[in-house]
């Protein structure tokens, strides 16, 4: 199968799948439970997520193993099966996807601060490389590092990933919305910042993700293009931005009112677009309709 890098330079404008993580909380992830144990003792339910976006019309789908570093792990106790969990959630992605589609393998923050001395470089890396190793070892065709704002940590995973894997590499961060209309991390790197070091670190792709509505996205997008005209490009949109009402928090961005801007990130350079937080998979459908006209 081709990569994906390889698709986008031919000139083909991909989707990527929509939220897991509201999604597993509809299937009755319960608050304080481990989302990517799901992958052990709730095989299926994982299996039917995948299913459904590849269903909708996704290109690729990620893996449930966004928190499944050992440092993530061990808050529950399950440190030691850091590579069972990992490749068990690749795998199961793997079967939805089949043959014709890809899978992203999902690595997300450590939620460890370097500066602040919670952790060492070197664990770190060794974290990162664990949990690529495992991903790759089930099926995945890309490691998906996502939802970063620390620059420092996005480049070890970057590095990690390539240097025990054969997988293409994509990172993207999560930036906010100042009050000057500038877009920052929460550790204060701008999309230019990004670009400059993400690229040289090695990333295949680039972009961002959660954090912001279809509508702002847009500007990042234009942003990352002014500091590369080449780099591939991911947007992972939220259902808007979220609101809580009657005692949960919702996105309130329906799959047409998201879909709308779908014109405008691909025209100011987004080559693969999907869906981040309160997406489903019939907003997803709706922007691979728009995508295919």
């Not at 990333?203 to 702002?216: K, P, S």
Request: hydrophobic share 40%; charged share 25%; proline share 3%.
């Amino acid at each position: 199968m081709k990569k994906i890098t390889d698709l986008i330079k031919s000139g083909k404008t991909l989707v990527s799948d929509g939220a897991w993580g509201t999604f597993l909380q509809a299937k009755g992830l319960e608050p304080g439970e481990c989302p990517e144990l799901w992958n052990i003792t709730r095989a299926d339910d994982v299996l039917d997520i995948a299913r459904r976006y590849i269903d909708a019309g996704a290109d690729m789908i990620e893996t449930n193993s966004f928190g499944g570093s050992v440092f993530k792990l061990k808050n529950y106790g399950l440190q030691d099966r850091v590579f069972e969990i990992n490749k068990a959630a690749a795998a199961i992605s793997r079967q939805a996807a089949g043959p014709d589609k890809f899978v992203l393998g999902s690595i997300g923050p450590t939620g460890k601060i370097l500066m602040m001395g919670e952790v060492t470089v070197e664990a770190l890396y060794d974290g990162f490389k664990e949990q690529a190793m495992a991903l790759e070892a089930g099926g995945a065709d890309a490691i998906m590092i996502e939802t970063m704002t620390d620059l420092e940590e996005a480049i070890l995973a970057i590095k990690a990933a390539k240097e025990h894997t054969r997988c293409e590499v994509f990172c993207t961060m999560t930036f906010d919305k100042t009050l000057t209309n500038e877009f920052r991390s929460m550790m204060g790197v701008s999309p230019t910042d990004m670009v400059m070091q993400i690229v040289d670190a090695g990333a295949d792709l680039i972009g961002a993700n959660c954090g912001n509505g279809t509508r702002d996205m847009v500007g990042i997008v234009k942003e990352i293009r002014q500091a590369n005209g080449d780099i591939p490009v991911l947007i992972h949109s939220n259902a808007g931005m979220p609101l809580y009402k009657d005692g949960k928090t919702v996105f309130p961005e329906s799959p047409e009112e998201m879909a709308q801007f779908t014109h405008e990130l691909v025209e100011a350079g987004a080559n693969i677009i999907g869906g981040c937080c309160g997406t489903t998979p019939a907003h997803i459908a709706r922007i691979v309709e728009i995508v295919k006209k």
